[in-house]
C-alpha cells in the first residue's frame, strides 16, 4: 500500500519517557526507505518542537529530522489562521503561551480575554483557575488544546488536559473548540506539513491510543494502524466502538503495511 505522508504518534508509539520503544527505529525507517514522508504527532504540550527533536536526536529511534506537530503549536497555528488579533488568556503550560506568542498573538494574564486556552497545567490552583473564569465574558472563544483523559508517564498514568479542561468547562458552561487529537485539525496541520496538496484521505495514521490517535483517523477518513506498545490493548479494540484499519505489536510491524 502507498500513503503520501504517516502520522506517527509518539508517546507510546515511538518512545515511553526517554526511552525508545522497540520497533521504532525499523519502523521509521521503513517508511523511509519506502518513500512514506513522516509526520511525528503529540497532544504533549509542555514541550517545544525543537526540544523534541533534540529528544529523537538522542534516543534510538533513527530520526532524520522529519516534522513534529505538538499540541501547543497546532493550537497556535489554529488561533493564528482563525482570530490573529486575538488578547488570549491561557491555563496550561509555559509552552503554550511561547508558542502562542510565537504566532504573533497577545497573551494575557489578567482581566477579560477574547480567548481562553485550557490545556495541561502542573501549576493550576485556585488562583489560577480563578483568573481563567474571569478572563471571559460575552463571546470569549474557549478553546482545548486536546481533551486527553490520562497521559502515560515512566511511573504509570497521570491526569490528562481533560481534567483542566472540564474544570473550566464546568464553570463557564461552554463547550470548547478543540485542536489536538482525535479531533481532524490535527491531522489537517500534519498534512500541511510535508505538502499543501497532501489529502489526509491518502495518509496512513499510527498511535498506541484507540481514543485519540486512532479515532482521528477513523473521523478523517484516514487508514489507521493501532500499536500495542502503549495505552490500549487488544481487550480494549474489542470492547470499543473505534475500529483500527490494522492492529500491530509496535511500530516496527508498520513495514508489513507497505
Request: with cysteine; glycine share 8%.
Amino acid at each position: 500500500m502507498s500513503y503520501a505522508a504517516a502520522f506517527v504518534d509518539l508517546d507510546g508509539t515511538v518512545w515511553r519517557g526517554r526511552e525508545a520503544i522497540p520497533g521504532a527505529a525499523r519502523g521509521l525507517r521503513a517508511l523511509r526507505e519506502a518513500g512514506v514522508p513522516v509526520v511525528l504527532l503529540t497532544n504533549n504540550t509542555g514541550v517545544r518542537r525543537d526540544e523534541i527533536a533534540a529528544r529523537l536526536d538522542g534516543i534510538d529511534v533513527d530520526y532524520r529530522g522529519e516534522p513534529v506537530v505538538t499540541a501547543s503549536w497546532a493550537t497556535a497555528a489554529y488561533l493564528a489562521e482563525h482570530r490573529p488579533d486575538a488578547d488570549v488568556h491561557v491555563l496550561g503550560q509555559d509552552v503554550v503561551e511561547e508558542e502562542l506568542e510565537a504566532a504573533g498573538l497577545t497573551v494575557t494574564a489578567k482581566g477579560p480575554a477574547d480567548v481562553v486556552v485550557a490545556g495541561y497545567d502542573e501549576r493550576v490552583s485556585f488562583a489560577r483557575l480563578t483568573a481563567a473564569l474571569r478572563a471571559f465574558e460575552p463571546g470569549t472563544v474557549f478553546v482545548a488544546t486536546n481533551r486527553d483523559r490520562v497521559t502515560p508517564d515512566p511511573d504509570g498514568l497521570v491526569p490528562g488536559a481533560n481534567a483542566f479542561v472540564s474544570a473550566i468547562e464546568g464553570m463557564v458552561e461552554q463547550d470548547p473548540v478543540v485542536v489536538g487529537k482525535p479531533e481532524t485539525r490535527m491531522a489537517e496541520l500534519a498534512a500541511g506539513e510535508v505538502d499543501a496538496d497532501v489529502d489526509v484521505h491518502d495518509c496512513l495514521m499510527v498511535g498506541d491510543n484507540l481514543d485519540t490517535d486512532i479515532l482521528m483517523g477513523e473521523r478523517a477518513g484516514m487508514d489507521t494502524a493501532l500499536v500495542l506498545s502503549g495505552v490500549s490493548s487488544r481487550e480494549d479494540v474489542a470492547a470499543s466502538d473505534v475500529e483500527p484499519t490494522h492492529v500491530l505489536a509496535d511500530l516496527g510491524e508498520v513495514e508489513t503495511l507497505l
